[in-house]
């Protein structure tokens, strides 16, 4: 059974990096993309990026390049998003997911699976 | 940047009755397109893929169609526990791109 775990609850000062984890378990870590997703609070869904698990390779959508940095650990099938230096519109619920649509070589795969999400908090 | 803008933005509607929710890419994205249902502090649920594919486990009542630019989802027979949110999302061009959402109350 698929599982994507994430970290709880940050709660930071404007400035202070934090790292957000994203274990996950029950398939092979390597093939599937992980993707991040942000929601700030009362407003929708926003796509932040991806990561190839299988060699590391990121893709960042526009809004976030430089703000974020993605990494994965695979000796423990772990996906990291950290923000280094957030700031209090940072403040929102941050989810990683395993999409529907195709493996890391292109395979179709219509699965789709996500994390509980994890709240962070940016105040001063 | 392909937006996706859906309509309407709040639903209100009585059991028993059909939703129409309705999505437009601001170009062509072949069926690349899924809708996902999200839940008060729930992550995004899945509903339909490709546009017209439903996840494991979602009932018949769920429907969805369109190519191109529009597309639809349609929920008949309304039950209470579908009141949520519903985000269109396109996968084919990038970045990926959501729908601001529209809210369907069932009252």
């Known amino acids: 059974q698929v599982h994507l775990v994430q970290s709880g609850a940050e709660v930071k000062k404007p400035g202070a990096s934090v790292k957000v984890s994203c274990w996950t378990s029950?398939?092979?870590?390597?093939?599937?993309?992980i993707h991040w997703v942000r929601q700030a609070p009362g407003q929708g869904l926003e796509w932040m990026g991806r990561?190839?698990?299988?060699?590391?390779?990121?893709n960042i959508a526009q809004n976030f390049l430089g703000r974020v940095i993605m990494t994965r650990d695979t000796s423990n099938s772990t996906a990291y998003l950290e923000l280094p230096s957030p700031k209090s519109d940072d403040t929102a619920v941050y989810y990683c997911a395993r999409l529907w649509g195709w493996t890391v070589s292109g395979s179709s795969d219509i699965r789709d699976f996500w994390g509980q999400g994890t709240a962070l908090t940016v105040s001063s | 940047e392909t937006m996706v803008t859906q309509s309407p933005a709040t639903l209100s509607l009585s059991p028993g009755q059909t939703a129409t929710l309705s999505c437009r890419a601001s170009q062509d994205i072949g069926t690349t397109l899924a809708w996902y249902q999200q839940k008060p502090g729930q992550a995004p649920r899945l509903l339909m893929f490709y546009a017209s594919n439903r996840a494991t486990g979602v009932p018949a009542r769920f429907s969805g169609g369109g190519s191109g630019t529009d597309f639809s989802l349609t929920i008949s027979s309304l039950e209470p526990e579908d009141s949520a949110v519903y985000y269109c999302?396109?996968?084919?061009?990038?970045?990926?791109?959501f729908g601001q959402g529209t809210r369907l109350e069932i009252k």
């Open positions: 029950g398939y092979s870590f390597t093939t599937y993309y």
């Open positions: 990561i190839n698990p299988d060699n590391g390779a990121t």
């Open positions: 999302q396109q996968r084919k061009r990038w970045p990926d791109t």
